[in-house]
């Protein structure tokens, strides 16, 4: 059965800092996968999306990158967090001509 | 362009009686429809999905939604309310697009609060 990891759950960073949240995904391949996050009060808002190894498109910009160096693996990434940058992040993935999605358990990232 | 609207940020109902959350969505295309359910600090979980098959679709714990293309709603329904449904709920839209990928568009949710 397919699995995705999320990690890690909780994560407090100062403004200025580096930012690195880590998505697995086991049991499929090629999967299409995505980066989510939900600020207070807003609704879930998609932030990449990956085809492929290396394929990341962005739907807004913003102060955070995405890399997929594996097939099923992606990251999330900034280089200096912003106050802003606070909110629960979710990582999904799903087959490709499939239209359920899988999200994994959120990270909580709160910058201070 | 696709967009789904959940008309109301909050809903309070008491325990025992009945749950309405409500969904409109536009599309140009035939969608697919689901709600997901979020606890708090928890991932989503799938309560349901419409695929072009029945209209009326169940889910788990006891909630069903009713795709009604002539209204253009997915509004997610439960007889009875429970503590443990008191979260926040999505609606999400999907579609294909021309390079295959299936654009997904959530709703800004529904956080459902249930009196004893």
């Known amino acids: 059965s397919q699995t995705i990891h999320q990690w890690p759950a909780t994560l407090v960073q100062p403004v200025g800092s580096p930012l690195s949240l880590e998505c697995t995904v086991e049991?499929?391949?090629?999967?299409?996968l995505y980066w989510y996050r939900q600020a207070a009060g807003r609704g879930l808002q998609l932030l990449f999306y990956?085809?492929?190894?290396?394929?990341i498109s962005s739907e807004v910009p913003q102060n955070l990158s995405a890399s997929r160096p594996q097939d099923r693996q992606f990251i999330l990434s900034s280089k200096k967090l912003l106050l802003s940058d606070s909110g629960f992040y979710l990582c999904?993935?799903?087959?490709?001509?499939?239209?359920?999605?899988?999200f994994g358990q959120g990270t909580r990232l709160t910058v201070v | 362009a696709q967009s789904v609207t959940q008309l109301d940020s909050h809903v309070s109902v008491s325990e025992g009686t009945p749950v309405l959350l409500r969904c409109n969505y536009s599309?140009?295309?035939?969608?697919?429809l689901f709600w997901y359910v979020q606890h708090p600090n928890k991932g989503l979980q799938l309560l349901l999905k419409?695929?072009?098959?029945?209209?009326l679709v169940k889910g788990i714990n006891g909630f069903e939604a009713e795709f009604k293309k002539s209204e253009t709603s997915f509004h997610l329904t439960k007889p009875s309310a429970h503590m443990s449904d008191a979260a926040e709920y999505f609606c999400?839209?999907?579609?294909?697009?021309?390079?295959?990928?299936?654009?997904?568009?959530f709703g800004t949710g529904t956080k459902l609060q249930v009196i004893p």
């Open positions: 419409y695929t072009s098959a029945a209209t």
């Open positions: 049991g499929t391949s090629n999967p299409n």
């Open positions: 599309s140009s295309y035939s969608p697919s």
């Open positions: 990956s085809v492929g190894i290396g394929q």
């Open positions: 999904a993935w799903r087959d490709t001509g499939d239209t359920e999605a899988f």
């Open positions: 999400v839209v999907t579609i294909p697009n021309s390079g295959g990928y299936q654009k997904v568009t």
